[in-house]
């Protein structure tokens, strides 16, 4: 089945850097990749997601670039504000039976400091 | 916007003991699915549910675990016999399905925390 690594597992900024999580995954026919921000107590929530046939998507301070060929995928915050401080998850869907089984990587405490 | 529903919030429940917890998915939505987080660990995948049987499911759920989607609606998952360790978030989620586009984005409900005295 489908392994997701995920690093690094604790980040810490300042306000106003980049932060960059990089998640790698093993089954080759996986084709979605969505990344979530879970703060305590909450569900996880989609930030922004990926899809195999698209190598970057951006969506404001959020960015996702994909790279088929090395299966691995990261996720850029830039201008990071204390508000974006929480846990962050990678997942990939993979190709196997269940349409739209989500594995998850380990997560990554983010930290933004004022 | 519709979301996912979610009850209890929060279920205390003593070790043997069976419990329930109840999902209310979105309402044109047509896979289903049951999650869970132990505290400070990442989600962990327990079974699909499409076409009102189980597509998949991993390994933590064995046979105390069941789920069920009893009147079209409502889509539960029920431990038999609860032990410590089943002590954790358990989220359920919906997705779409566009069979054409093949749209994954899955919503999660809010969870129910079960903790296992």
């Known amino acids: 089945g489908e392994n997701v690594e995920q690093h690094p597992s604790t980040l810490s900024v300042q306000e106003g850097d980049s932060a960059v999580i990089k998640c790698t995954y093993s089954?080759?026919?996986?084709?979605?990749f969505p990344w979530y921000k879970q703060e305590l107590g909450k569900r996880p929530q989609l930030i922004i997601d990926?899809?195999?046939?698209?190598g970057e998507k951006k969506d404001q301070r959020i960015a996702v670039t994909l790279n088929k060929t090395a299966k691995h995928f990261s996720l850029h915050i830039t201008e990071t504000q204390p508000e974006d401080s929480a846990v962050y998850f990678c997942?990939?869907?993979?190709?196997?039976?269940?349409?739209?089984?989500?594995?998850f990587g380990q997560g990554t405490i983010l930290t933004v400091h004022p | 916007e519709p979301e996912v529903t979610q009850t209890p919030s929060h279920q205390v429940t003593q070790m043997g003991q069976e419990v329930i917890l109840r999902c209310v998915p979105i309402s044109n939505h047509l896979y289903f699915y049951w999650y869970r987080q132990i505290l400070g660990q990442k989600v962990e995948f327990l079974v699909s549910?499409?076409?009102?049987?189980?597509?998949?499911k991993s390994e933590i759920f064995d046979d105390q675990f069941s789920v069920e989607r009893p009147d079209g609606s409502n889509f539960t998952l029920k431990i038999r016999s609860t032990k410590l360790e089943d002590s954790a978030m358990y989220f359920c989620?919906?997705?779409?399905?566009?069979?054409?586009?093949?749209?994954?984005?899955?919503?999660f409900g809010p969870g129910t925390r079960l903790t296992v005295t």
């Open positions: 990926i899809r195999s046939n698209v």
């Open positions: 989620a919906s997705i779409r399905g566009e069979t054409v586009i093949g749209s994954y984005e899955q919503y």
């Open positions: 997942a990939a869907v993979g190709g196997g039976t269940s349409y739209g089984k989500l594995t």
């Open positions: 089954d080759s026919a996986s084709n979605y």
């Open positions: 549910f499409y076409n009102n049987e189980i597509s998949e």
